[in-house]
C-alpha cells in the first residue's frame, strides 16, 4: 500500500510536470548566408523546461501536417535556465503558406501558427514589413504593456516580416527582460519572422569587458539570424535589406574611444562594402534599404558624429533608398539627402524619383516616449508634435514604396511614397 502511494504521488508530480509545462517564446527568423534562404528556408525558435526531443511538423493544409524538421538542435540555457530548440524547415516553395506546430511527440504541441515564405528574387509582387523599435521595458512598459498594445494592433495587418530598430529591452543582461519580451510578443514572432538589429540597451557597455558592444550571452541563446547574428543582409523579392549594429556608438564617441564598430577597413565596414556593392549591381534588386539602431540623420542628443562620418559615405557610395534607424524616441522624416545636400521636395508626401536617401527616426513601440523638437532642422519633414508611442508599415510593390505611421491606437499619423 505504501508502494502503491509513492508510486501515486510521484506519478502525479511527474504528469503534473508535463501537463504545466508548454511550448514557450516561439518565434521565426531566416537564418544562414543562402541566397534563397528567404525563399525556402525558415527558422523556428521555442523553449520548454523539459529536456525532449523536439519536432516540427508542418504543412501546407492546417489540417495536414505530413511533414517534420530534422534535426532539432537542443540547448540548455543556463541564462534562461531553459532548453533552446531550433529547427531549420528546408527545401520550402517559393511563395508560399505554411501552417507548423512546435513540440515532441512525447511532450506538449504549440498551438498551429503559419508563416509564408518568400517569392523568387526580383518578384514585385506586393510585400508588407512592418516595423517597429525601442520595445524597452522602461516607464509604461514595465512588463510591455505598451508592446502588446502595439503587437495586437501590427497583428491585425497583413505583414510578410518585421523588422526591429534595436533597443529591444532596456538591460540587455537581464534575463527575465527577454522572457518577458518573446512572451509578449509570441502572437507575432511566430508568425512573422523577426529581423531585429541590437541597440546600445542590447549590449555589454563596459569598454573593459571583452564583449563590449556585442550581446550578452542570452541573446545568443535565444536568436537565430544571419551571419554573427548582429550584422547581416537578407533579400526578399526586388528589396534587399541591410541590418547594422551600431553598439554602443554614442557612449564610444563620448568617452574619446575609437573602438567604433564599422571604422574604416574594419571587418564590418569591408563586408558592408562588399554586401552593398553585390546589391547594387543585382538587376533583380529594385530598393536597398539599410536599418540600424543610432539615426545618421536626428535631432538633438541623437545624433552621433563618428557614427555619421563612418556609414554615411557608404550608403551614398551605392546609392540606397532607405535608411531607418531608432535611439530617439520621437518619429522623424527627413526630405532626401543626397550626400550632406538637401533635396528639394514640392510634394509634402511624395519622394518622386529621388536622387538620394530618405531618413527616417523611427520612435519607439514601448520605451518611454521623449521630448519633441527638431522641426527648424533643414532638412525635417515631419516629426512627432506630441510624445507618442508607433510602429510602422512599409508596403513595397514594384517600384513604389508606401510607408505608413501609426500611434498606439492605431490612427495615421504620416505617410510617404517613394517613386522609383
Known sequence: ?????????????????????????????????????????????????????????????????????????????????????TAQLQNLQPNTKYFYQCGSENGEWSEVFSFSTAPPLGNREKFVVGIWGDTQNNGENKKFEVTKVIIEKMIKNQMNFTIHMGDIVENGSIVESWKDF????????????????????????????????????????????????????FDYGNAHFVALSSGHAKGVEEAGNSNYRYSIDSPEYRWLEKDLKRASKNKKIDWIIVYMHHPLISYGWSHVKGWQERIMPLINKYKIDLALAGHRHVYERHKAMQEMKILDQENFNLYDKPNGIVYITNGTSGGSPQGVGGSAIPSMLYTSPERMYNYSLMTIEGKNLLFEVFDKEGQKIDFFEIEK
Open 182 to 233: 518573446f512572451k509578449t510578443t509570441q502572437p507575432l514572432n511566430s508568425l512573422h519572422p523577426f529581423m531585429p538589429v541590437t541597440g546600445n540597451h542590447d549590449v555589454c557597455n563596459d569598454a573593459n569587458n571583452q564583449i563590449f558592444q556585442e550581446p550578452f550571452p542570452v541573446f545568443h541563446d535565444l536568436f537565430n539570424l544571419p551571419k554573427n547574428n548582429t550584422d547581416y543582409s
Open 1 to 85: 500500500m505504501k508502494n502503491l502511494l509513492i508510486f501515486l504521488v510521484f506519478g502525479f508530480m511527474f504528469t503534473g510536470n508535463i501537463a504545466f509545462s508548454q511550448v514557450e517564446n516561439v518565434h521565426l527568423s531566416w537564418d544562414g548566408e543562402n541566397k534563397r534562404m528567404t525563399q525556402t528556408t525558415l527558422t523556428v525558435t521555442w523553449s520548454n523546461v523539459i529536456p525532449y526531443n523536439g519536432k516540427i511538423r508542418y504543412g501546407i493544409k492546417q489540417t495536414e501536417l505530413n511533414q517534420t524538421s530534422k534535426p532539432v538542435k537542443k540547448n540548455y540555457s543556463k541564462e534562461l535556465g531553459t532548453n533552446v530548440y
